[in-house]
């Protein structure tokens, strides 16, 4: 699904700015015909979550309409019209000039409707209804009904199945555009290596298949063009590229892919993609990035700041691109759900490894509603594979975070979940993220294990021999079963900031300190470990619970305003050493 541009030949208009929005918590929007319009709106700021931007509507999670009014640029006959949705969390429904356009179900994707015809030159009202609420049977899922005898359970408020708060709203950019009713309508693009030759293949997909020929120009940075062809459009081409330069965190060299579509001479569409040429696979214990064996450093983070919640901010995704560089990262999972499409650009520019998971948090395998979460997951990860496939940054798709694997149902479903991954995308490994361990029923067919592991925190709390020692033993015990290479997706410990202690002790920055200093000590002695994520690169609101301080996971290596801890330069000096 390739991202909107404007050019000769295309347009793009971005609907972000105030929109109004009004809450509808007895759910009477509908029946009062809200859809064409509502009075009584207040200003709200889109993209991002109502849920602190209104301080009475934080934990507010039912339905809210948004509406705003826009005028349409100058028709064009010969072009077709679309509204995009960058990320809606968590039910949308939307409405244009009063026609229902459709819904789409799940937040952090894109969805898009075919407005053609349904535009008006006197002005449009677009409205969109909201439903941020917490169900078993939605993916992640919430209020799942538990023993309320059983006191070891955990309940938060509201009560995700996750650990980080459920913000609702327009997350991400509204775009209208217009492209060629036969013009360019996806690309997918494929990297080999042959030597020291870069071989590029793409397809292109076209709306209409009106004859016409497609023109493919791949751009080096500053070098000669790197090749040319033509061929009949909605065809399959492969560009060699002689003494290609590779992508790769060290170098994420980016050519330009021009794709032109002509007829008679005349040319009609065009869209520009950066090109990352590159391979990743996993041989044995080892995951290999261009044939040369990789070691992912780096952080589970979260899309989170104040007041915007989840909301697309372009400056915090330089800041923390920036952060992860100063402190010698070379990774992030997209923990958990997919993060914007500009993040995933600056991950291609800066040359990030990318493990890019789906929204499938908290997924548990009894019924009711077992079915509909496997139906959830599969448009998940068709989506996130459709948007994100052409990302030279992305080497890896995560399936789900911390499944309730330990159930046998859970075996079906993911084998499933990986069989269709591996269907839309023959290239990249597919993995799960188990907090189960060796009982993971993913874990016979994924390509390779990711673990997450709190040891001297949630379990021997304060005792950092012991949980080094059971981290030890337990990472022996996953590869003597599934012999595949590991990455230890998450390890932390929650701090206070200023919070100090002459011994290490929980909540003190020092703690934070030894525990991952000592963790990266144990997983540095294993063959088969390929890599590190420190849980979490910042602070992040949660739900309230008994375990989180004022609604905050506190194990970020830097404060939600990101000043960093002493972990911070903990890390920075253990990753700039060379040895890995
Ligand atoms: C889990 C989970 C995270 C959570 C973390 C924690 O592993 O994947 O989402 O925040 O533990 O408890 O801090």
Request: hydrophobic share 40%.
């Amino acid at each position: 699904m390739l991202y909107p541009q404007s050019n000769r030949f295309r347009q793009c208009f971005d609907l972000s700015g105030f929109w109004e929005i009004r809450f509808d918590p007895e759910n009477a929007g509908e029946a009062q015909g809200w859809s064409a319009g509502f009075r009584d709106g207040r200003p709200i700021a889109v993209p991002a979550s109502w849920n602190e931007q209104f301080a009475e509507l934080r934990d507010y999670l039912g339905a809210a309409w948004y509406q705003t009014r826009f005028e349409l640029p100058a028709r064009i006959e010969s072009h077709k019209h679309f509204l995009r949705f960058g990320s809606v969390n968590y039910l949308a429904d939307v409405w244009l000039n009063g026609v229902w356009l459709g819904r789409h179900e799940g937040g952090h994707l894109p969805f898009e409707f075919d407005v053609t015809g349904k535009l008006r030159f006197d002005g449009n009202l677009l409205v969109v209804r909201v439903d941020g609420s917490l169900a078993p049977d939605r993916v992640p899922p919430g209020n799942v009904p538990r023993d309320p005898l059983d006191r070891f359970v955990e309940f938060n408020y509201p009560d995700g199945s996750f650990d980080f708060f459920p913000y609702c709203g327009i997350h991400r950019p509204v775009l209208l555009y217009s492209t060629h009713r036969a013009g360019i309508s996806d690309l997918t693009v494929t990297t080999d290596i042959e030597g020291d030759a870069g071989l590029v293949q793409v397809q292109v997909a076209r709306a209409e298949t009106s004859s016409a020929r497609a023109r493919l120009t791949l751009q080096g940075r500053g070098d000669p063009l790197a090749a040319e062809v033509e061929i009949e459009a909605g065809a399959e081409v492969v560009l060699r590229i002689p003494h290609a330069d590779l992508w790769s965190p060290g170098s994420p060299h980016l050519y330009q892919l021009t794709v032109e579509l002509e007829n008679e001479g005349q040319v009609f569409d065009r869209y520009t993609l950066p090109v990352g040429i590159r391979t990743v696979k996993v041989d044995g214990d080892r995951l290999l990035l261009n044939d040369q064996p990789i070691y992912l450093k780096g952080f589970g983070r979260h899309e989170d700041f104040p007041v915007v919640g989840r909301g697309f901010l372009p400056a915090l995704i330089v800041k923390d691109s920036a952060l992860m560089q100063w402190v010698g990262a070379n990774s992030f999972r997209t923990t958990h759900y997919p993060y914007s499409e500009q993040m995933m650009d600056l991950a291609d520019r800066l040359g990030f490894l990318v493990i890019d998971e789906t929204p499938a948090v908290g997924l548990f395998f009894d019924e009711p509603g077992l079915d509909r979460r496997l139906q959830l997951c599969r448009q998940y990860t068709q989506e996130l594979i459709a948007r994100d496939k052409n990302h030279p940054s992305v080497i890896a798709w995560s399936l789900a975070n911390e499944p309730h694997s330990w159930r046998p149902a859970a075996k079906p479903f993911f084998q499933d979940l990986y069989d269709l991954a591996r269907s839309l995308d023959t290239a990249r490994p597919i993995t799960v993220v188990t907090h189960v361990g060796v009982e993971e029923e993913a874990f016979e067919f994924v390509d390779f294990m990711c673990l997450n592991r709190y040891y001297g925190w949630y379990t021997d709390p304060g005792d950092l021999d012991l949980g080094c020692q059971k981290l030890s033993a337990e990472l022996d015990a996953l590869y003597a079963k599934y012999h595949k290479p590991l990455i230890l997706t998450e390890f932390g410990a929650d701090t206070i900031p200023g919070c100090h202690a002459e011994q290490p002790e929980m909540f003190s920055e020092e703690y934070q300190a030894e525990m991952l200093t000592r963790y990266i000590e144990v997983l540095r002695t294993k063959p088969f470990v390929v890599g590190e994520h420190v849980w979490n690169l910042c602070d992040f609101k949660t739900g309230q619970s008994t375990r989180r301080v004022g609604g905050f996971n506190l194990k970020g290596i830097f404060t939600r305003d990101r000043k960093p801890k002493l972990a911070a330069h903990k890390l920075r000096e253990l990753w700039h050493r060379p040895e890995k």
